[in-house]
Structures are given as structure tokens and as C-alpha cells.
């Protein structure tokens, strides 16, 4: 189980940040590689036409970042990240894009082990700066647009782990709804990196979580997070 860091690898030194880009859509994958092989700092080192291809693709390639469609005909982006972060802990950070917010596909995604994920009409600035955060920080991807789609699933009643939470634990929660870094948040609270990431990890167990994307939906849909908090 990790904090939701991303991997020592990605970036680092100075390098690129390498993405397959996984569309079942020709044109689609083809335009996605064109914008991103244009960053300097990115670089599409595999293209995939459906989720099957996604295993293959990683072994291969090693990519810090795969863009996932999330619907494809035989291996959809939600199984397809189930696999991947299934595989490994130490699995590369999926971004899944979509055509509809609300679809209750991207809902699915995130809890499979997806980082976060984009609308295939946003502005190419926002996909850089999704797969940039997933590459470089701990921090949530567009933190408002995952509380609209986790709001829409809100349990009935809370949860065993949610009445388990200390005060702490539910200040270092909402700072990480909120988008906040490990650092950032320690700042906010006034307590170490370390003390973050200790009760981090006790979050994450709690809840069942293997990231703080799946912790800060899950949290939301338990109750642990109202809107007011990020």
C-alpha cells in the first residue's frame, strides 16, 4: 500500500515524463500523442487501441503515466486499471479520460486504482497538468471535479471505519481532499512530513484504500468528507 506518491522514477532527473496513451478511437489517440509529444517534458513512448493492449504496453515501455479510455470494446479502462494496480504497487499512475463526468464509469475508474482523470473536451493544458500531478506529486487531480462525481454516491449509513477516525486523521483527510501535498498539509497543520504520512497511512488502511484518490472518494461517499471540507 503506498501514500499515492508518485514513483521515484517519474521525472526524475530532469527527464520526461513518459505516457502510453490507451484509445480504442484512431483519431482520438492519434491527436492525444501529437499534443503531448509537442511538451518537452512529456514523452509518448506507447500507443495502445484497447485496454488488452495495456499489460503488454507497460511491460514494454515502462511508462510513468497511462491515459486509459474508459470505454473500449473487450478490456474497458476501469478492469484495465483494476489489472494494473492489481499487478503491482508499483504500477505506473492511470489517468482515465472520458466523454461525460457523470458517467458512473469514471466513478468505477477511480476506485479501481485510477489517479484521476480528464474530459475528452478539456483544453489541452488541463490533460498536461493532470499527468503532470500524477507524475510528479501526491496531490489530488482537480480535487472539486472528484468531489462532484464521489458526492454522487453517498452511502446510506457510514461505514465501520469512519467512526474510527481520530481528530487528526480528519484534518489530514480534508487537507488531502482539498489537493493539498504532504507537505502543504503539514504546513496547514502545523505538524511534521513524517506525522502526515503516518496518519496518511493509517487512512488508507482504514478505509481500504491504496491511494489518496481512492480515500478521498471513499471518505466522501462514507461521510467522513462533506462538501465544506475542500
Known amino acids: 500500500m503506498t501514500t499515492g506518491a508518485a514513483s521515484p522514477a517519474a521525472g526524475g532527473g530532469g527527464g520526461p515524463i513518459r505516457v502510453v496513451v490507451v484509445d480504442d478511437d ?6 492525444l500523442a501529437a499534443i503531448l509529444t509537442a511538451q518537452p517534458d512529456l514523452e509518448v513512448v506507447g500507443l495502445g487501441a484497447d485496454g488488452v493492449d495495456v499489460p503488454r504496453l507497460v511491460a514494454r515501455t515502462r511508462p510513468h503515466v497511462v491515459l486509459l479510455d474508459v470505454r473500449m470494446p473487450r478490456i474497458d479502462g476501469i478492469e484495465a486499471t483494476r489489472l494494473l494496480t492489481r499487478a503491482s504497487d ?20 477511480l476506485l479501481a486504482g485510477a489517479r484521476g482523470f480528464v474530459l475528452k473536451r478539456a ?17 489530488l487531480v ?23 477516525l481520530t481528530d487528526r486523521e480528519r484534518d489530514v483527510l480534508a487537507q488531502v481532499a482539498a489537493g493539498a501535498t504532504n507537505a502543504e498539509a503539514a504546513a496547514s497543520l502545523f505538524v511534521s512530513v513524517e506525522t502526515v504520512k ?27 468528507l462533506t462538501v465544506g471540507d475542500a
Open 26 to 31: 484512431e483519431l482520438v489517440r492519434a491527436g
Open 90 to 109: 508499483r504500477a505506473p499512475a492511470v489517468v482515465v479520460i472520458t466523454t461525460f463526468e457523470s458517467d458512473a464509469a469514471v466513478h468505477d475508474a
Open 123 to 139: 483544453a489541452p493544458e488541463e490533460l498536461f497538468a493532470a499527468i503532470r500531478t500524477v507524475a510528479r506529486t501526491e496531490s
Open 142 to 164: 482537480f480535487p472539486a471535479a472528484i468531489r462532484r462525481v464521489a458526492t454522487r454516491s453517498r452511502a446510506p449509513d457510514p461505514p465501520r471505519w469512519v467512526a474510527q
Open 198 to 224: 503516518t496518519h496518511l497511512r493509517s487512512l488508507l488502511a482504514k478505509s481500504g484504500s491504496r491511494h489518496r484518490t481512492e480515500l478521498v472518494v471513499r471518505a466522501y461517499e462514507a461521510g467522513a
